[in-house]
């Protein structure tokens, strides 16, 4: 028997009815070796050796493994061809006892094609890519395990610093305050409605003298009233009409990047939730591998899918020859493959998967088709207008042939203007001037974030989920009512405080240089320990000096005239992961904290008659109200409370929603509008 190892049971399901008898395929579920989670695991001293440990819950499958691996005539190491796939291959070999007596295959799809190709081409474990993952993993956890015992001794416990996740909270703290700065400038636009005929169009001002006018030029109102004066009485004649056709391509396939950014504008999914599923098209064969940088494709889909758009659409639907992209992204893995259907001729309709796995399939297989069908071309006509010593411009466009489009349209605005032809004369129905202000710089969403990162060359495909899911779930940013990111307090002092004290851990262009480094060391250039050292110890000197001159009390806490009520020490304010609130100085000793936020309600609790009902926080941000004399007393609502009482049982009434109010006790259904009398 010839054992196959995967990183998942779903996998090995998939590639155990593709291989039959023969193969018998397990699942390593994931990494069996990784560094202790109780320390950093790390010998400094010893080479930066680390100190690797089977975690627990793999232990009972790394034993199914070892006996299994021990029955079987070869055993054949099938994790994914990325540095995570080849650090899980190294790690098995070194449990299971296997020195030359394995096989390593990868392939980029999980088709019986691609596995029995990867079984005659059998290699050995590509050490430098598991040195670079090893990098990466040493690098992280002393950021995190050194770093972020700073951050609980010098403002609050709980809060983490990462080396990537670090500079992107960077980007949303600082594109918030680029917002904060940011000061309207007023300008004005002049429209011509013009005639031809029984025809009206709009023109727009854009020159003057023959030169062009800039967008900001005119400054206001009375700038804008002067041109108008100008032109009145003037002649529009038409000056040149140009007409031409313009045709426009495909995007190239998806990469993480892209389908992340894509699935976040048009399905709304998540980063994390994007690559889950894509996850689940992969390991059931519906996909190609879904981590990767790369706009390669394979010469067998490049004609697979010439052959489905010609069946499918017409011999005027394929553009001819196949289209190759090159990819612009930093340090991409160009072996690699562009995330595309495993078989381009199944259609999203003749395949059986969830809704959600479903909807992301279609955009993969419709981006992938389209990559390879015509060009759309528009027939476009623009006429430049002369009115005096002003010149006006109008364009229009008609799409003339839809290619691509025709799969996956691209937001377009046709436009249609009648025939005009130089020499003509146009009649003037009204002239508006239109006040416009500038805007300030869009927050990140999801989709900009990402992009954002790629551009920097910060993290590489397998990092963006986790990045954007890191700083959400530690509160350092939260998404506002646009779904757009925006820093929290906990999340800029955090900052402002690694800006400031440790400047290149959070330095962009560092933490890119970085990443080439890490590529480097993948491409057998640069060996791991060099890369750890050039970066430890200047790090630590200044964490070392941190500690000593940073006080938590210029960063966390804020005197006030409150008195503890349980010790009559003096109450500060202090900064807590979610949010300040007042806490007794005498701590730990006294251990009373309050709410800011304590006096809105006015609200005595009804359980304990002595506490008030305050607005807290669970641990995932969600807000409730609890008893002020918690943990004495344990009530809490998690809607609003009003004050009043329901009049079936008694129990607190409480808002629901914007327009009702309703009793807090789940039995009873009492329920009113808030217009009408309680």
Same mark, same amino acid.
């Given at each position: ?38 320390? !950093? ?16 819950? @793999? ?46 295959? @990868? ?13 005659? $081409?059998?290699?050995? *474990? ?34 983490? @610093? ?42 727009? !001002? ?27 009485? @003037? ?26 950014? #894509? ?23 519906? *996909? ?60 999203? #309709?003749? !395949? ?45 466009? *008609? ?14 605005? #046709? ?54 899911? $890191? ?18 307090? *906990? ?33 057998? #250039? ?59 100085? $005498? ?92």
């Amino acid at each position: 028997m010839n054992l196959v190892i995967v990183e998942s049971p779903t996998k090995s399901k998939t590639i155990s009815k593709l291989l039959g008898k023969d193969y018998k395929v397990l699942s390593s579920y994931g990494h069996v070796r990784d560094l202790p989670k109780s320390k !950093l695991g790390i010998d400094v001293e010893n080479d930066f050796k680390p100190e690797y440990v089977i975690p627990t819950r @793999a232990r009972k499958n790394v034993n199914l493994l070892k006996k299994e691996a021990k029955e079987s005539k070869n055993v054949i190491l099938a994790t994914d061809e990325d540095r995570e796939g080849e650090a899980i291959a190294y790690h098995l070999s070194y449990i299971l006892g296997l020195k030359d007596n394995y096989q390593r295959i @990868a392939f980029h799809e999980i088709t019986e094609s691609a596995i029995r190709e990867a079984l005659k $081409n059998p290699r050995k *474990i590509n050490m430098d890519l598991v040195d670079a993952q090893q990098a990466r993993r040493m690098l992280d956890r002393i950021v995190g395990y050194k770093l972020s015992p700073f951050l609980w001794k010098k403002i609050a416990r709980g809060l983490s @610093a990462g080396r990537v996740q670090s500079v992107a909270l960077r980007l949303v703290v600082e594109r918030e305050r680029e917002i904060e700065k940011f000061k309207p400038q007023e300008y004005w636009s002049v429209i011509a409605l013009l005639r031809k005929d029984v025809n009206e169009f709009e023109a727009s !001002l854009v020159k003057k003298d023959g030169k062009p006018i800039d967008k900001l030029e005119i400054k206001n109102e009375q700038e804008a009233k002067k041109i108008l004066g100008e032109l009145e009485g @003037a002649t529009y004649e038409v000056e040149s009409v140009e007409k031409k056709e313009v045709s426009r391509s495909p995007l190239p396939p998806f990469t993480t990047s892209t389908l992340q950014q #894509e699935a976040s504008k048009k399905l709304g999914y998540s980063a994390k939730f994007t690559m889950s599923l894509a996850q689940k098209l992969y390991e059931n064969g519906f *996909i190609t591998y879904h981590r990767t940088d790369s706009l390669n494709l394979s010469e067998q889909s490049l004609f697979a899918a010439k052959d489905f758009i010609i069946k499918e659409y017409g011999e005027k639907y394929w553009e001819g020859f196949p289209r190759r992209f090159k990819t612009k992204s930093k340090g991409a893995q160009e072996a690699h493959e562009a995330i595309r259907p495993s078989y381009p001729d199944k259609t999203p #309709e003749s !395949l059986k998967m969830d809704e959600k796995q479903h909807r992301l399939y279609v955009l993969i297989w419709k981006r992938f088709v389209a990559s390879q069908m015509s060009k759309a071309v528009f027939n476009t006509h623009t006429a430049d207008i002369r009115a005096g010593i002003y010149g006006f411009r109008v364009s229009g466009q *008609i799409l003339k042939f839809d290619g691509f489009l025709r799969i996956y349209p691209i937001k377009f605005e #046709e436009k249609e203007i009648p025939e005009l032809k130089v020499k003509d004369i146009l009649d003037l129905k009204e002239l508006k001037p239109e006040q416009h202000f500038t805007q300030p710089p869009a927050r990140y969403n999801e989709a900009s974030l990402i992009k954002a990162l790629e551009e920097n060359g910060i993290g590489r495909p397998s990092t963006y989920a986790p990045i954007l899911s $890191n700083i959400q779930d530690r509160n350092y940013i939260e998404k506002n009512e646009q779904r757009r990111f925006q820093p929290t307090e *906990i999340g800029t002092v955090v900052n402002d405080l690694l800006v400031e004290n440790f400047p290149q851990v959070v330095d962009i262009n560092f933490t890119a240089q970085m990443e080439e480094e890490l590529d480097k060391v993948a491409q057998g #250039e640069k060996k791991l320990l060099p890369v750890i050292e050039e970066f430890y110890d200047p790090f630590m000197d200044n964490l070392e000096e941190k500690y000593k001159s940073i006080e938590k009390k210029e960063i966390a806490e804020t005197p006030t005239d409150k008195i503890c009520p349980k010790c009559s020490s003096p109450l500060i304010i202090k900064l807590g992961r979610y949010g300040r609130f007042y806490a007794c100085s $005498n701590f730990p000793k006294c251990k009373y904290t309050e709410s800011l936020e304590q006096n809105n309600l006015n609200i005595q609790c009804p359980k304990c008659k002595e506490g008030e009902l305050v607005p807290k926080r669970t641990r995932t941000k969600k807000v409730f109200y609890g008893c002020s004399n918690y943990p004495k007393c344990d009530y809490a609502l998690w809607y609003k409370p009003t004050g009043k009482f329901c009049p079936k049982c008694n129990a607190m009434l409480v808002e629901s929603g914007k327009k009702w109010i309703k009793c807090s006790n789940k039995e009873c259904v009492y329920k009113v509008e808030k217009e009408e009398k309680m």
